[in-house]
């Protein structure tokens, strides 16, 4: 028989055996992909006050960063993205060491979630299918993890890729510095 066709054999079987759980996640898929994307928010004068609903905070110091939200930009996502240090000193305070690591995703000025699900929070506000689809895929247990873990070393290592810039490097975090102590005989010496 072969690998190949062993291999073959065991996706028809499983095509066969599983048809019913395929079809619901197709049924799922799809309806998830007609859904029309969540509409911005409205910042007419007068309207609201504070910080809008959702906003996407990342560092502006950041080529890397900035960058990214540009290439982010051609999926069109509702929600307004804006550096970090645009945003009320106020609402950035307490998370100053997390926007120094991460983007932060901002819902009715508390931070909501960080990293790659904030990432995929954005895009899944995009009028295209294709962006949604990659963001709810993005946004599951298991690709969750490798995004969350991919996310943590291109943030680590940010200041050394394409467009970054030296305040893209993340601060390190302090270590604590070791102590000596010297015994009663090492003293006397």
């Known amino acids: 028989m072969g690998l190949t066709g062993f291999a073959l054999t065991m996706i028809a079987c499983d ?23 969540v509409p911005a928010p409205s910042h ?29 930009a051609a999926a069109r996502p509702a929600m307004r993205a804006t550096p970090w240090q645009h945003l009320p000193p106020s609402l950035v305070a307490p998370h100053l060491p997390r926007l120094d690591r991460e983007v932060i995703l901002f819902t009715d000025g508390e931070a909501d979630r960080g990293g790659a699900r904030a990432l995929a929070a954005y ?4 009028p295209h299918a294709r962006w949604r689809l990659a963001a709810t895929l993005l946004d599951q247990p ?10 943590r070393a291109v943030a680590h290592h940010r ?14 975090r ?3 510095t070791p102590t000596l102590t010297l015994t009663a005989q090492e003293e006397h010496r």
């Open 159 to 172: 200041h050394r890729l394409p467009g970054a810039t030296a305040a893209c490097a993340i601060p390190a």
């Open 44 to 72: 007419r004068s007068g309207e609201r006050t504070g910080p809008p609903a959702q906003v996407l905070a990342y560092d502006g110091d950041c080529g890397f960063c900035q960058a990214v939200v540009d290439r982010l």
């Open 174 to 176: 302090p270590t604590p």
């Open 15 to 37: 095509l066969v055996l599983l048809s019913g759980p395929i079809d619901k996640a197709a049924h799922r898929l799809t309806a998830l992909l007609r859904r029309p994307p």
């Open 142 to 151: 298991g690709p969750r993890h490798a995004a969350r873990l991919v996310y």
């Open 123 to 126: 895009l899944r506000t995009s």
